[in-house]
């Protein structure tokens, strides 16, 4: 098995150019956010569409006042630490 070494500088161009050929302009000297706010986020929207669904199911007129709650609600259990099994 080959391997290819790489300097730094190859390897950010190289990484940019596939950011870039996904559709994701990044500037440079961009990074990710740190992880934890990435599993934040997913969470927040995996919260916010079940809240949705749920809401939904027994309503089909949503006021502005029903989504501002669905947001809330996403968002306190999106920061509720997860249940370890």
Do not use: Y
């Not at 934040?40 to 989504?67: A, H, Y």
């Not at 669905?70 to 370890?84: E, G, M, S, V, Y």
């Amino acid at each position: 098995m080959r391997t290819i070494r790489l300097t730094a500088r190859e390897l950010l161009k190289l990484c940019h150019q596939s950011w870039r050929s996904v559709g994701m302009e990044t500037p440079r000297g961009w990074l990710r956010p740190p992880f934890s706010k990435e599993v934040l986020g997913v969470r927040f929207l995996e919260q916010l569409i079940f809240n949705l669904n749920e809401l939904t199911k027994t309503n089909n007129d949503l006021s502005l006042r029903d989504f501002q709650n669905i947001l809330i609600k996403a968002d306190r259990d999106a920061r509720r630490p997860l249940n370890k099994a």
